[in-house]
DNA sequence: CCATGTGAACAAATTCACAGCA
DNA sequence: TGCTGTGAATTTGTTCACATGG
């Protein structure tokens, strides 16, 4: 039986297959909070409307998770996705561009589980230089490498205007951050070495409108 | 030669194909900001790093757009394709949740192009209501039907916390909203008749967080 | 001749069907 | 027996290679 590390990051993981393991663990965060300690691929599928041959596809390829004829373990399962994703260790995430978007992701993220922590906002306009978004002190973009030495932060938001989108992307690259999760409207020439993300409030309304029916 | 009808909707589309489709749309504009009229497959992928063949075979589910051994005129593209999206007409949007990301989102929007017009704001919180957002007044929630019936809406974008989300999202879909665009990071139960788009903002985190090397 | 548009080949992802183990 | 884990079948999506036509 060829046994998986489930330690080591596999690089043909899908981008499906993380993005449903990160909901198989909200879920399994959800059960754990009520109570419920045993699960199988079925019931937790029919619970949310996911598939069990998935579920069981997903977890095969970082190993075996379960116990046949039984189930899964939820908070052992929840623990085990979790540590695989990465999320054990805290992340440190630095917001470029305090606008409303920027500031509400903030806001955003220091509810959410204590993984993600934004541990500084720059921006390019001046007149935002020194706000302070809750214990957070804005600064200026020209200290962002410093900022990302500082902080070790591993993880970039960019959510300036298009303006100015891909020249503080260059600036996340080259102060070293891995990672990129990209709010601007627009393609950004991406660099190979940073994993970038983008999410498209007007890509995504307009792939809605194409089934909005005129009939 | 089987010419497909390019102003009627097709199922079969894949999201895929629609969100590649909304980020030509986008390409193109600039290259029609930047005064760049014709342009053909190959030199269109080259410039915004896409695929030339990926391009015409996304094209060509909805017919011909093109001249052999020229290429695209650009501004026809565009019209064709905002037009397949079905972007010629106006869309109505109603925010449910007036908090920080709902009133981003809101405020996002009326810098976008006008295809997308926030015509409504809601909160449960009585605190926001009558709050101006923009040009833009808070009403309850228990008026959401009311506000979808007076303005057509026809999309919702869901911003509210986890705890009001399938209760506003059902609201959405009573009302008789066609489209729905979730950021609450829940798995909502999802009605079939409404086209519903999650964006989850954790997610997103914990898919880049897998790909933080730790070595 | 050149770039589009397309059938055929290929690759990836999902689903099926069942082997294997508690 | 019941549910996991998995090879095989199927579907879906992408890439290739070229016929088509301005």
């Given at each position: 039986m060829p046994?998986?590390?489930?330690?080591?990051?596999?690089?043909?993981?899908s981008c499906a297959t993380l993005?449903?393991?990160s909901e198989y663990l909200r879920c399994l965060r959800h059960?754990?909070?009520?109570?419920?300690?045993?699960?199988?691929?079925?019931?937790?599928a029919e619970r949310f409307h996911l598939s069990a041959v998935q579920i069981r596809k997903d977890l095969a390829q970082f190993g075996e998770f379960g116990i046949r004829g039984v189930g899964y373990d939820v908070s052992q399962l929840?623990?085990?996705?979790?540590?695989?994703?990465?999320?054990?260790?805290?992340?440190?995430?630095?917001?470029?561009?305090m606008g409303n978007l920027g500031s509400a992701l903030t806001r955003f993220l220091s509810f959410g589980p204590e993984t993600f922590e934004v541990v500084g906002?720059?921006?390019?306009?001046?007149?935002?230089?020194?706000?302070?978004i809750g214990h957070l002190t804005v600064r200026p973009v020209s200290e962002l490498r410093q900022l990302v030495r500082e902080t070790k932060a591993e993880i970039g938001?960019?959510?300036?205007?298009?303006a100015a989108a891909q020249s503080v992307y260059d600036e996340f690259v080259a102060a070293g951050v891995q990672a990129v999760l990209n709010f601007a409207p627009i393609r950004l020439r991406i660099h190979a070495n940073v994993?970038?993300?983008?999410?498209d409030l007007q890509v995504y309304l307009e792939e809605l409108s194409?089934?909005?029916q005129t009939t």
């Open positions: 046994k998986r590390n489930s330690s080591q990051r596999l690089e043909s993981v993005h449903r393991l059960l754990e909070s009520i109570g419920i300690t045993k699960t199988s691929s079925r019931d937790f929840a623990g085990r996705i979790s540590s695989l994703l990465g999320l054990d260790q805290g992340r440190s995430v630095i917001v470029a561009g906002g720059v921006d390019c306009d001046l007149a935002k230089i020194g706000d302070k938001i960019l959510a300036v205007p298009v994993r970038t993300r983008n999410v194409y089934f909005l």
